[in-house]
């Protein structure tokens, strides 16, 4: 069984910033992607940012220069720092992970999702 436990989720006004955590747990053994997708409502469920083992990044085109995304490899956790947020950011934040998979398609692992809001 793997968890994957995410936090740092929350209420933020537009310009400010948000750092997002996802720690990974259990029966994997190796992590190839880490990342995030977030899903508004009514809205499918879209990449925000993914990394490989790697080193290799890549964002969607919405957040580019704005969220940075990094990873702790001995301690399986995934960061997501977001700066000058949008209203339009507002979703509920998923961690995503797979143990051989690279980009191009979401891994195996989801997280519960942590909410994060932007007020105007």
């Known amino acids: 069984q793997v968890q994957l436990v995410e936090s740092g989720g929350g209420l933020v006004q537009a310009g400010g910033s948000l750092r997002l955590s996802c720690k990974v747990s259990?029966?994997?053994?190796?992590?190839?992607?880490m990342g995030w997708y977030r899903q508004a409502a009514e809205n499918q469920r879209e990449l925000v940012a993914v990394t490989t083992n790697d080193g290799s990044i890549n964002y969607g085109d919405s957040v580019k220069g704005r969220f940075t995304i990094s990873r702790d490899n001995a301690k399986t956790t995934v960061y997501l720092q977001m700066n000058s947020l949008k209203p339009e950011d507002a979703a509920v934040y998923y961690c995503?992970?797979?143990?051989?998979?690279?980009?191009?398609?979401?891994?195996?692992?989801w997280g519960q999702g942590t909410q994060v809001t932007v007020s105007t």
């Open positions: 995503n992970v797979d143990p051989v998979r690279g980009m191009g398609l979401p891994g195996r692992y």
């Open positions: 259990g029966s994997i053994f190796t992590i190839n992607a």
